[in-house]
């Protein structure tokens, strides 16, 4: 009994080592490119561009999802943006390099907050918020608290109602106090980079990922023992926090666009963007055929196209959605008769 104690400590313990190394490889490998600034007891992480001279777009505020960084978002539109409007591309709370904070922020709610103070930090007075996936959660809550800080709204495959069955579970085992340190600082970096390829691919599919995707946005970081426990808590309490918010949505008064695909394997689009076109007064639903999980990268001409229409330009959304999807079908014919 006391040989095999021993024998499962010095697993442990190789086990943590093994993991602390690879934290420090992965922030070698994706250093920080942002500013970290004290919101109040702890440091957001943030990069910001400036407005070029002929900026015609609105401030915008990118907000990434889950398991993810600011790197994201920023490789997806800083170069479609340039020079056209003012952007704060974020490390959400306990993600990235941005510091978590208290317990607040394992909620939308205090994510948001956490935003709204980071805005004030950067003297952006009022912005288009833009939220994918998880951060379209957090997007919708910022409208709801924040809404002088809101000039408009864009969820890009966002998850933002309850939905039926659970999620993974290694979230849930994470989650928990002790055995999640353990789990987190044991199995998770070695059993996660396995899973970096395929997982990176699925949450394009069924449109292909940019092949340089990995390289350029650090999905490893989420594999850092402390990150991936606080992206946990962050998905764990994600169904409880939607079922009692889902019923505000309502009283949002802002301009609303949802991109989301009908392929979309991650995010039941059904439920959450249906939800949200039918809960916000107003908001303009583009249901893109042939799209999954990444409208982003896929088709940011659509993001560019709204953030357009909310500057005040002569945009037809229909149009240029119709567009992206004809695009989207050819590519689908053409690599199937590869």
């Not at 948001?112 to 950067?122: N, P, S, Y």
């Amino acid at each position: 009994m006391v040989p095999a104690t021993f024998l499962l400590i010095g697993l442990a313990l190789v086990g943590i080592a093994y993991s602390l190394w690879h934290a420090r490889a992965f922030t070698r490998r994706f250093p920080n490119a942002g500013e970290l600034i004290d919101i109040g007891g702890y440091r957001m992480n943030s990069v910001h561009l400036p407005a070029g001279e002929q900026a015609d777009l609105l401030p915008v505020i990118f907000i990434h999802g889950a398991s993810g960084n600011l790197l994201d978002q920023l490789h997806a539109f800083a170069p479609a943006l340039d020079g056209r409007a003012e952007m704060l591309f974020v490390d959400r709370p306990g993600h990235g390099y941005s510091e978590r904070g208290g317990a607040e922020n394992d909620l939308p709610d205090g994510q948001a907050t956490a935003i709204a103070k980071l805005m004030e930090k950067r003297g952006i007075r009022r912005a288009v918020i833009v939220g994918h996936s998880f951060g379209g959660a957090i997007a919708a809550s910022f409208a709801l608290h924040h809404p002088e800080k809101t000039a408009g709204l864009i969820l890009l495959a966002p998850a933002t109602h309850p939905w039926p069955g659970g999620i993974e579970w290694y979230y849930r085992l994470t989650a928990l106090p002790l055995v999640g340190w353990l789990f987190a600082h044991t199995l998770v970096t070695p059993l996660g980079q396995r899973r970096i390829e395929g997982g990176t691919h699925s949450i394009f599919s069924p449109n292909p990922r940019p092949d340089d995707y990995i390289d350029k946005t650090g999905p490893h970081l989420v594999l850092r023992p402390a990150t991936f426990r606080n992206n946990a808590r962050d998905i764990a309490n994600l169904h409880a926090y939607l079922t009692a918010t889902a019923p505000r949505y309502r009283e949002i008064t802002t301009q609303t666009v949802i991109i989301t695909g009908d392929s979309d394997g991650i995010v039941l689009a059904d439920i959450h963007s249906r939800g949200l076109a039918r809960d916000i007064p107003g908001a303009e639903l583009l249901w893109i055929g042939n799209l999954g999980h990444k409208p982003d990268y896929v088709v940011t001409d659509v993001v560019v196209a709204a953030l357009e229409k909310m500057a005040g330009q002569p945009t037809d959304l229909e149009q240029i959605k119709r567009r992206a999807e004809a695009r989207l079908i050819m590519s689908s014919e053409a690599i199937g008769q590869v």
